[in-house]
């Protein structure tokens, strides 16, 4: 009997952490609305990005094109805990955290070789139709910049 509990709560927990995450606004996929977004000039830019729930984790997909235009792929997989996981090919970042404020904000910090090169702010709006990114940092050159990228849902 006390096995049965304890799996029983055990299955509980897992199904109420994945519905948190589900219900999560930052959950879905988000595509650049450039019309409405602000670049410094050469920087990268993350055309499509993709939340979703992977086990009791999140997973980041986000494909778009660098400062020259190329083709650009990256996977980072975590927790919205502060905590620092890896980044996949990105080779200007190899980890990254995300902070959830609240339910509609998230902060974000990326590190290259353990120095910070990126925080970033991330707001979803009110109906969860819009989500803006603003990020400041220095690029692979060494170059300050100041972006605000905003997406529509998709």
């Not at 499509?48 to 086990?55: A, D, H, I, L, N």
């Not at 990105?90 to 990254?96: E, F, G, I, V």
Request: hydrophobic share 30%; net charge positive; glycine share 8%.
């Amino acid at each position: 009997m006390k096995r049965r509990v304890i799996l029983f709560a055990l299955a509980t927990l897992f199904a109420s952490a994945t519905v948190c995450l589900a219900q999560n606004s930052q959950m879905g996929t988000w595509k650049l609305n450039e019309a409405k977004s602000k670049f410094t000039p050469g920087s990268p830019k993350n055309l499509t990005v993709v939340y979703e729930v992977v086990g009791d984790s999140v997973k980041v997909t986000v494909d778009g094109v660098d400062g020259d235009g190329s083709p650009t792929h990256n996977e980072w997989t975590g927790k919205f805990d502060n905590k620092f996981y890896p980044v996949t090919g990105d080779p200007t970042t190899d980890q990254r955290s995300y902070r959830k404020i609240n339910n509609r904000t998230l902060t974000l910090t990326n590190t290259k070789d353990g120095k910070v090169t990126v925080r970033g702010r991330i707001l979803v709006s009110a109906n969860g139709r819009t989500r803006t990114l603003t990020t400041t940092g220095t690029d692979a050159k060494g170059k300050r910049f100041s972006n605000r990228a905003v997406y529509d849902k998709q």
